[in-house]
């Protein structure tokens, strides 16, 4: 049986070695410090997963992710970097739409966690010839009909502004607190959950991330005024949050979001198969969630199961 390909693209050399040679083995490993010929490669030949540094001349990380998911969305895709660029980060999410942030010197064991996470998910796609999604946008009213959208933020004008961006049939609920939210989340199913990050009592952050074990179907867009790529690297490991606004809201950009989102709904509906895509590392420390919360947790993950 043939090895997963893992691609890695770095334009240092000596990266590329000790990758490499952690890598062989387990997997056939190719190796570039040309963008453009690791596009080539993915469009030529299945590659399973690529990772790629983020700061490269010519071609940046993202740059390079976003071409590979163009060109093979099946293939799983890491972001390898030095430093906690937060403008990366958010275009890691929003553009390249990755699986994994990767920090340089990474930690040996959780970069062959992550690759092995990916290279069995992407065997898995590859195998099973799932349709690609297509190029062309799909409408929302198209994409999602009967769309619910729960919008989590203590300013009551994010609800309105996405009341005014979704199809009149796409219901939206709006909560001010983490409690209500999760407690809409135990009783119905929501496509996605538009969150604000900064609360004044809850932490919304650490209620995502758990959110994302037991609903993963739920897709959450984050947004915040909080400018910290930490955070966000966090969001996307262990949250796997579907993108990323800036807040104040730019109307443009929420919409795209909110399109995209409506058009992963409508793939997930027919192929759930890609909700593996969406599993988060585990937490290397679990968050001090309130009792309480806790049960919310416990009865959304026993509704999903009953609905599966």
Known sequence: ????????VDDEERILRSLGLLLRGRYEVLATSDGAQALAWVAQRPVHVVVSDQRMPGMS?????????????????LLLTGYADLAAVEDSVNEGEIFRFLEKPWDAAQLLAAVEQAAQIAVAEFAEALPVPPEAPLPPSAAAPGLRALVLDEDRATAALVRGLLPARCEVVAVTDVEMALALLAERPFALLLAELRHSRDDVIGALKWLKREAPQTLAIACSSLRDGRLLIDLINQGQIFRFLPKPLSRELLRRALLAACERHAELLQAPQRLRRLAVEPPRKDGSLPTRLLDYFRRIRETARTRG
């Open 61 to 77: 990380g993202v740059e390079v992710l976003r071409g590979v998911r163009a060109r093979s969305p099946a293939t799983m895709r």
């Open 1 to 8: 049986m043939s090895r997963p390909v893992v691609l890695l």
